[in-house]
């Protein structure tokens, strides 16, 4: 019963609030005002230069597959060399070489390497891009703040113009009543210096309004008229069923898929790699015969085969680091959920206790507009006088202004937990 009560009030806060009414001119949804904080903020340049920098870097990495080839030179001078006698004749080294030549390398396996850090450059950006949306969430809260200061701020307005307007009509009465010997001066004077209070409380409230409409402007990068209605979703939480759509769950699961790649990097390095090389060049003496001692081109090729089986147990150790780090993802995880769910109660807890207030405060307002009622009957009479009349201006004022802030407020407190959850 308390829920189907509930969600009936929230249904008549939605659609009962003119400072968020839909169909008006000039509006606009509070998603779309999110979506432009977002395009506006400098931070969202980051986004674009993520995408280049991965794009860079997957294709330096897809040209590691091309073969190598280099341009190689050596020049050296020793004291002495080999020195092989053959009867009357002798083989004499020289004791300056020097050599130069094209070298080639191709991998015909890498043991996955290349496709071990394709897969780690992409994890990398993808929990770049969610650190970059999880800082973005942030701008919905302000939007938030700023459009509810506006929206209580015009209510205030709308009540102290409704005040004001009684106020003239009663100054109107006691003019008269002044005017024909009946009413002391200083008791039309009381209520002319309230009225003027009004004013500047009028005054003030609308450059409130100006303000926060100029924050909401620098905050979109986009001008607004002054009398722009802020359009929410029509979606009412149940506290139950809404399923958390945050982007720090996606981050978490960023971080574990990055980690993934990086051990499986390290398997890739402990495996064998297999690769063909070529040289070609020229050289004094002949570097692939030791008995040409004169200048000669020369060529080679072959298979190489490289293998790092054994290195100290390092990648296992590294492996046990990922696992733990890891576990320390999860760790984080479940206390964002957990702070989430402290929230979810707390914002349940508000909503109730606003929901309270407001039939309470709808009550006295009844009252007290009773009772101002009454005091104009009673000042028309001549039985209070102005100050009297003022005080319980004042008071139902003073109601009327925490209802409309306790409905404002709870709208907010939706919101807000609407945001929390990421639903909005």
Same mark, same amino acid.
């Given at each position: ?37 977002? $395009? ?16 860079? +870097?997957?294709?330096?990495?897809? @040209? ?63 929990? $770049? ?5 999880? %800082? ?32 003239? #009509? ?39 309004? @100006? ?23 029509? #979606? ?16 978490? /699961?960023? %971080? ?16 064998? @790699? ?6 070609? *060049? ?19 090729? *072959?298979? !190489? ?11 296992? !150790? /590294? ?21 989430? /769910? ?26 007290? !507009? ?7 009957? %009673? ?26 802030? +306790? ?18």
């Amino acid at each position: 019963m308390n829920q189907l009560k509930l969600t009936y009030y929230l249904f008549l806060c939605l659609f009962g609030f003119s400072c968020f009414g839909q169909g008006q001119s000039n509006s606009i949804q509070l998603s779309e005002a999110y979506l432009l904080a977002e $395009e506006h903020y400098p931070l969202i340049k980051d986004s674009d230069l993520i995408d280049k920098i991965e794009a860079i +870097n997957l294709k330096n990495i897809s @040209k590691t597959k091309l073969p190598k080839i280099s341009l190689n030179g050596q020049g050296q001078l020793q004291s002495e060399n080999i020195n092989i006698p053959l009867g009357e004749n002798a083989i004499n080294a020289p004791l300056e070489t020097y050599s130069a030549y094209v070298g080639i390398d191709y991998d015909l396996y890498d043991g996955g390497i290349k496709k071990a850090q394709k897969a780690s450059e992409i994890a990398s950006a993808n929990v $770049e891009r969610k650190s970059l949306e999880v %800082q973005l969430r942030s701008l919905k809260d302000k939007v938030n703040v700023i459009v509810f200061v506006i929206a209580l701020s015009r209510k205030q307005k709308q009540i102290l113009q409704t005040s004001q307007e009684d106020l003239r #009509v009663n100054i109107q009465n006691l003019q008269s009543g002044f005017e024909n010997g009946t009413v002391l001066e200083s008791e039309v004077s009381k209520l002319k210096v309230r009225q003027l209070e009004l004013t500047s409380e009028i005054i003030r409230t609308e450059g409130d309004i @100006k303000t926060y409409i100029s924050l909401l402007e620098q905050l979109t990068g986009k001008t607004f008229p002054e009398d722009v209605q802020f359009e929410l979703p029509y #979606v009412v939480p149940t506290f139950r069923s809404e399923t958390i759509n945050r982007p720090e769950e996606a981050l978490f /699961d960023n %971080q574990k898929s990055l980690f993934a790649a990086q051990e499986a990097s390290i398997a890739a390095s402990t495996r064998p @790699k297999i690769s063909l090389f070529a040289q070609g *060049g020229i050289g004094y003496p002949n570097p692939l015969n030791f008995s040409d001692i004169n200048t000669a081109t020369y060529a080679l090729g *072959g298979v !190489k085969l490289k293998w790092d089986f054994l290195d100290w147990g390092k990648g296992k !150790k /590294d492996r046990e680091r990922i696992k733990l780090q890891q576990q320390q993802i999860e760790v984080d995880r479940e206390l964002f959920l957990f702070d989430i /769910d402290s929230d979810r109660m707390e914002y349940q807890e508000k909503i109730a206790a606003l929901q309270a207030q407001i039939k309470n405060d709808e009550a006295i307002v009844v009252i007290q !507009k009773d009772i101002l009622a009454q005091s104009q009957v %009673q000042l028309d009479n001549g039985v209070i006088n102005s100050s009297d009349y003022v005080t319980q201006v004042n008071a139902t004022l003073n109601a009327e202004q925490q209802l409309e802030f +306790n409905k404002i407020q709870l709208q907010q407190t939706i919101t807000n937990y609407l945001t929390l959850i990421g639903q909005l």
